[in-house]
């Protein structure tokens, strides 16, 4: 049952295909694709914040009718329309059919609580978002037969507004199904498919909505619906609420309430692959239904934990999800008896024994109930094998059966037009189908300086104008006090040595550092013959009281007369606005506290784009840095320092770099009017990035190492 239901939109007939395209995200990676929606018209385009469906609701259908008689719109239409066709439609013989099975043979169900695609699609929060979007992209374009599944958050999208004295404001913006690229799913009789999480008492109802990311489906399961309570309805309403109960009600009905969804659809899943924790009920959904078949509860466990993928994202301890068995039981009492359990056998799959009574742990569950488990970098696999020991407590740590997949972006999404324009010419035309072959980078190389470093400075003014653009707007829109636009980049200058920091304001990333020693900043930002300035954006937890103030602290800095206006905070960080930033900034900057940052991924971004980073080592920066593609800094961990001694230290670090080496780097302009030192710094840059930290390399790593060891176990 495949039933959709989404608003008509009438195109001509000649044309008719565009509707289609439209609820394909597959348009948003392929730039030819994103060109033929803006020539319809580049002011609704633009209008429509590059989302073809509101587009196409609000579009006068004049244009419409003369694009279906323009031939030349037309020739451009039926290029896009092969294309979309032949990797979408028709699915192709892609490389996972190749190289591991037919896609029939293992259907995976991919869960995620967040999925980062598009900014039209306000479904995440960050980093494990955009992960999760970008593993879909890249399984559409590898030919993964993946089905995901998530959550729909009507309320969900937290608009961000600084005030006057750096506090942020949110303001909920409800999201407008009518112009989002999702159709309803229906059931046989034409009716919204309804499904009851099973077992779970008092009981809840969900609908659900899909979402096509080129081959992969994506169900967003949605309990705002009339059927439930008001309590149970408001369930799905934000991303990661604060509130406990809701939110263990979150993951039974995204763990369970998803698994039955597939089920309803009558799709079978033989593997399953958790991003991260909050999905992980959805074992035990899989293992009841092992055990309602006639298996033993041990058998059922341990067929479902040999076709198990579980990925943990984390060493941060508050993001484990820990749920008291008070709060447990209230909802759990019917299900263990289906599993053949009792209270304490049940409880004893979520134990952490180094926390006995802290309550049901969601990740020491997943691990305990998988066989493939994996960190994000090789450093976070190290964190996570001593984090976990206590689960192996016959192990010594170096045997904790816990892997490493380092995270990769999606190259088509994340590669600046532009940028691959540039790359087509002296790359080759396909050179996104060898992205992952370490000799197409190296064609890097030939490229002409002066060339590299135009395309770059196009797009770091690209950059400032929409800054200038977005500050207007709220000039406009009145309200704002002149020293709040102000310190939102007005005063940028493209000639400037431009840094950027973007990412969500938690403590441990210390957006704070290079505010250490603020007298020493001014300095090195106002310097007349080699200005420096900051780009900063980000949002904070509504609840992160913290976060928020680490954020006010950045703000003030960009407020200081004494700055010059070479700080900016930029509001509303988002998929476009981190899009602009990776592409736009001369340098990125990542200060995080180690090791607590599992990966990281906006420093690939950059890279893949010429920018290089400068970063603290940690994360995939450990894997990524050679000494020529940009600086690491800080204290190593472990050095002993404690808070405020280490941020002196790593900020007197970084201080010196950037007057010593990265400033001089940057201004050593020869008569061409660039610096070659810098330009050199670009294409290592992109050249260690490009091959090791794309999806590509990252998913087929999953299939090797993972789905295809599932596979024996389900022939098995
Ligand atoms: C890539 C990305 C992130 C993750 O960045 P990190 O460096 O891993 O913190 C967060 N938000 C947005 C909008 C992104 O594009």
Partial sequence: ??????????????????????????????????????????????????????????????????????????????????RFQKEVQNGGDKWFTRNICAPEALPIAF?????????????????????????????????????????????????????????QENLDEPLDRAGTAISRVMDEKGRPLLV???????????????????????????????????????????LYTGNVEQRLRQEIVLGIGGSAVLAAMGLKHPVLHLNEGHPAFAIMERIREGVSSGLRFADALQEVKETTVFSTHTPVAAGTDVFPFELMEKYFSPYWPALGLNRESFFALGINPEDPRAGFNMTAFALKCSTHRNGVSKKHEEVARKMWH???????????????????????????????????????????TRQDRPETWEAVREIPDLELWNTH?????????????????????????????????????????????????TTYKRAYLILNDIERLKRILNNKWMPVQIIFAGKAHPADDAGKQILQQVFNAANDPGSGGRIAFIEEYDEQLAQYMVHGVDLWLNTPMPPLEACGTSGMKAALNGVPNLSILDGWWLEGYNGKNGWAFGQKEGEGKSGQQRDLEDAAQLYDLLENSIIPLFYRINGEGISKGWVQMMKEAMISAGPRFSARRMVKEYANRFYEKCLLAIAG
């Fill in 1 to 82: 049952m495949d039933g959709l239901k989404r608003l008509p939109i009438q195109a001509p007939e000649r044309i008719s295909g565009i509707v289609a395209l439209a609820f394909n995200m597959w348009w948003s990676w392929h730039p030819d694709a994103r060109m033929l929606f803006k020539r319809l018209s580049r002011g609704e385009w633009k209008l429509s914040g590059h989302n073809p469906v509101r587009m196409l609701n609000e579009i006068d259908k004049k244009a419409l009718e003369e694009a279906s008689k323009d031939p030349d719109f037309l020739v451009h239409y039926d290029r896009v329309m092969e």
């Fill in 196 to 238: 009851k999480v099973p077992v779970i008492a008092p009981p809840i109802y969900v609908e659900v909505w899909k979402i096509e990311v080129g081959t992969v489906p994506l169900y967003l399961i949605d309990t705002d619906i009339e059927t439930n309570d008001p309590w149970n309805r408001r369930i799905s309403a934000h």
């Fill in 111 to 167: 869960f995620s609580a967040e999925y980062g695609l598009h900014r039209s699609l306000p479904f995440y929060a960050g980093g494990l978002g955009f992960l999760a979007g970008d593993f879909l992209k890249e399984s559409s374009d590898l030919g993964l037969p993946l089905t995901a599944v998530g959550f729909m958050y009507p309320e969900g999208y937290l608009r961000q507004r600084i005030s006057l004295s750096g506090w």
């Fill in 457 to 505: 400075y196009w797009l770091k003014m690209k950059l400032i104008m929409r800054i200038l653009e977005r500050a207007r707007e709220r000039w406009i829109e009145g309200g704002p006090d002149a020293r709040v636009v102000l310190a939102e980049g007005v005063f940028l200058d493209p000639n400037a040595l431009t840094i950027g920091f973007a990412r969500r304001f």
């Fill in 390 to 432: 206590s689960l192996w407590p016959d192990k010594t740590e170096e045997e904790v059966p816990i892997e490493s997949v380092t995270n990769g972006i999606h190259v088509p999404t994340w590669i600046e037009p532009k940028m691959e324009l540039l790359f087509n010419r002296h790359l080759g035309e396909d050179w996104i």
